[in-house]
C-alpha cells in the first residue's frame, strides 16, 4: 500500500458502512413511532443519551488502550501511512473504528429489535382471558399458566 493517508482511507469504507446503516435505523425507528408504536419521544432520547455516552467511554478507552499498546511496541504505525495527526501515540485515523462501533450497535439493535403493534397487543389481550393462577402455592403450577379443573377423587390415580 502507497500513498498519504493510506491508514485512513482503509477505514473509509467502514465508517461509510455504518453511517449507512444508522441512516437506516433512523429511518426505520421513525417510521415505527409514526405506525402508532407505543414508544414515546422520552424512550427515543434515553436510547440516544445512552448510546451516546457509551460512545463517549468507549473512544475514551480506545485512547487509553491505543496509546498503552503503541507505548510498549505491541502496535507500530508507519509514518508514511498515517495522516500525522495524533491522539498521543497513536494516530487519529485508529479512532474511525470504534466510531463506527459506536454507530453500528445501536443501529443494529433498532434494526433487529422485534416491533411490537397492535398484533402484539391483541394477543396479549386474548391471553388474559384464560384463568390463571395468581397465587402459585403449592402444587398449584406456576404464576401465569392456565389453571385445570379440579379433579373428583376417583379420577385421581
Request: aromatic residues 6%; charged residues 15%; positive net charge.
Amino acid at each position: 500500500m502507497t500513498g498519504t493517508a493510506t491508514y485512513a482511507l482503509l477505514a473509509v469504507p467502514f465508517l461509510t458502512f455504518a453511517a449507512l446503516v444508522a441512516v437506516v435505523a433512523g429511518v426505520v425507528a421513525a417510521r415505527r413511532r409514526g405506525a402508532g408504536r407505543r414508544t414515546g419521544a422520552a424512550v427515543g432520547v434515553v436510547g440516544t443519551v445512552s448510546a451516546v455516552a457509551a460512545g463517549v467511554v468507549l473512544l475514551v478507552m480506545t485512547g487509553v488502550f491505543n496509546n498503552v499498546i503503541v507505548g510498549l511496541g505491541i502496535v507500530a504505525y508507519d509514518d508514511a501511512l498515517v495522516s500525522g495527526a495524533r491522539v498521543g501515540l497513536f494516530p487519529v485515523e485508529d479512532l474511525a473504528y470504534s466510531i463506527g462501533a459506536a454507530l453500528l450497535l445501536p443501529s443494529c439493535w433498532v434494526l433487529l429489535e422485534r416491533p411490537r403493534g397492535r398484533a402484539h397487543d391483541r394477543a396479549r389481550d386474548r391471553s388474559s382471558d384464560h384463568p390463571t393462577v395468581h397465587g402459585a402455592g403449592r402444587g398449584t403450577g406456576t404464576v401465569g399458566t392456565p389453571t385445570q379443573p379440579p379433579r373428583r377423587p376417583e379420577e385421581t390415580p
